[in-house]
């Protein structure tokens, strides 16, 4: 299975963006790259994935180095909802996810 | 919203018991997971379903873990006999495809407390 690495935990304060690092040194050229995130006591929440392209959604942006093998979700604004743990997933043929132990990010009011 | 709906939320049982979670994927989609998550740490997937035939139970303790998706549209995952260690959270996740570009919703799992 293909690994990505995260750092443990991040913290941002409100209202201002944040940038959460993902390396994958081992991807393959037909791993997608998806982000979840964790809210506290819920299931995993799809968050953003990409290709090779930079991609925008109404709830974040991922940027991916032109080698590939680093990407970066953005987050524009954060707000304390935005509190919870961040994974990033390289998707294999078949749909199976496998998640690392991710990112806490800790939003500070 | 369509969402992926699970029972019971919580469950406590004691160890040699049997246990069994119930989930019923977003209407339409074909591919069904079971994942287990200990507190801590991240998802692990259990089984996966394409329609009503099992693709991967490889991390599966064939055991005491069994699961079914009979019809190709609800599931259900059994625990026989329970041990302490299988206590976490179960959470439940359907894709429209099995694709690797298609996103997986989840269910707000079941907490299991072994005692």
């Known amino acids: 299975d293909a690994k990505t690495t995260q750092p443990n935990s991040m913290e941002s304060n409100e209202e201002e963006p944040v940038h959460l690092p993902c390396n994958h040194s081992?991807?393959?050229?037909?791993?997608?790259i998806h982000w979840y995130r964790q809210l506290p006591s819920q299931g995993p929440e799809y968050v953003i994935h990409?290709?090779?392209s930079n991609v925008n959604n109404r709830m974040a942006s991922l940027a991916i180095a032109e080698d590939r093998k680093s990407s970066t979700l953005i987050l524009h604004r954060a707000t304390l909802r935005d509190a919870a743990v961040y994974y990033c997933?390289?998707?294999?043929?078949?749909?199976?996810?496998?998640f690392g132990a991710g990112t806490i990010l800790r939003v500070k009011s | 919203e369509a969402e992926v709906a699970q029972s019971p939320r919580y469950k406590i049982t004691e160890k040699s018991q049997a246990v069994a979670f119930w989930c019923d994927p977003i209407?339409?989609?074909?591919?069904l997971y079971w994942y287990r998550q200990i507190l801590g740490q991240g998802p692990e997937l259990l089984v996966q379903?394409?329609?009503?035939?099992?693709?991967?139970d490889s991390q599966l303790p064939k055991d005491r873990f069994s699961a079914e998706r009979l019809k190709g549209v609800d599931s259900t995952l059994k625990i026989q006999p329970a041990e302490l260690g299988d206590s976490a959270m179960y959470l439940c996740?359907?894709?429209?495809?099995?694709?690797?570009?298609?996103?997986?919703?989840f269910g707000p799992g079941t907490r299991l407390t072994v005692l």
């Open positions: 081992t991807i393959s050229g037909t791993d997608y």
């Open positions: 379903f394409q329609d009503e035939s099992v693709v991967d």
């Open positions: 209407s339409g989609h074909a591919t």
């Open positions: 996740a359907s894709s429209s495809a099995g694709f690797s570009y298609n996103e997986q919703f």
């Open positions: 997933i390289l998707k294999e043929m078949g749909n199976k996810l496998v």
């Open positions: 990409g290709l090779t």
